[in-house]
């Protein structure tokens, strides 16, 4: 987002934090409340990464704070600058991640299914209690969970992932049932989103994954920043527990042919 963007955006007046933010989808979604006119703050693991990240979507618009998503301190002191410096948190995405292994789970070293759980699963639970307690449960707000398809619908290789991202649909649940009806939480499903997260999926062959699509191509972060827009928007006020799948169609194809 260039300076002139930041300039005609009108401020809405609130605030999101994004965790993961410094590039692929969590970046996409930065992008997208920005341009509506929210300030956020994003997280990650490096600070040049972010400085660049924060650069892109404006100073004044954007902070960040880095630090590994699993770490309490870390997600302490994300929720707590964001409200020294913008007084709010209206909004909680959850976009960090990790897929460190691949393979079937018969094979899979129980350390690293931990460490995933530890990312996907278990940081997004610190981060909704923290910006809860911090401003969500007196003001009211929305948290977006970034789940995957792979939660849904068995993925070969990726099996540890795909089930941390299915114990992500249930804590959208369990957390949807609790802070009602102040806070609104959904989660997203995307399919397979170029991002380089996601590059071991379609790298050097990306005609052929797109042709399992019947929208003919790969997801881009632009595509769960529009959807993160609309769950954290006034729109959706009617609307929580619930998965929204940003698939392509890719789950067309899973009927009888």
């Given amino acids: 987002m260039t300076a002139e963007a930041e300039a005609e955006a009108p401020e809405s007046g609130k605030v999101a934090l994004i965790t993961g933010g410094s590039r692929g989808i969590g970046y996409g979604v930065a992008e997208a409340l920005v341009a509506r006119g929210d300030r956020v703050c994003i997280t990650g693991r490096g600070e040049e990464a972010l400085a660049e990240a924060v650069a892109k979507l404006g100073s004044g618009r954007a902070i960040s704070v880095a630090g590994k998503a699993h770490d309490e301190a870390h997600q302490a002191a994300a929720v707590a600058r964001t409200m020294e410096v913008f007084g709010r948190v209206d909004f909680l995405v959850n976009n960090a991640g990790t897929n460190p292994v691949y393979g079937p789970l018969a094979e899979l070293d129980l350390n690293v299914v931990r460490k995933v759980y530890e990312t996907n699963v278990i940081s997004a639970l610190g981060f909704a209690q923290q910006t809860y307690r911090a401003w969500q449960k007196e003001n009211g707000g929305a948290i977006v969970n970034i789940a995957s398809i792979a939660g849904l619908a068995p993925s070969p290789f990726i099996g540890a992932y795909g089930m941390s991202k299915a114990a992500m649909v249930n804590l959208t649940l369990q957390l949807a049932h609790e802070f009602a009806p102040g806070v609104r939480v959904n989660a997203i499903a995307p ?52 998965t929204l799948v940003v698939d392509g169609g890719l789950f067309l194809h899973a009927g009888v042919h």
Avoid: C, H, N
């Fill in 191 to 242: 399919a397979v989103v170029k991002t380089k997260f996601a590059q071991a999926l379609y790298e050097g062959r990306e005609s052929e994954a797109a042709a399992a699509y019947p929208l003919a191509r790969l997801g881009m972060p632009q595509d769960i920043g529009g959807a993160a827009a609309f769950l954290t928007s006034d729109q959706s006020d009617w609307i929580t527990g619930q």
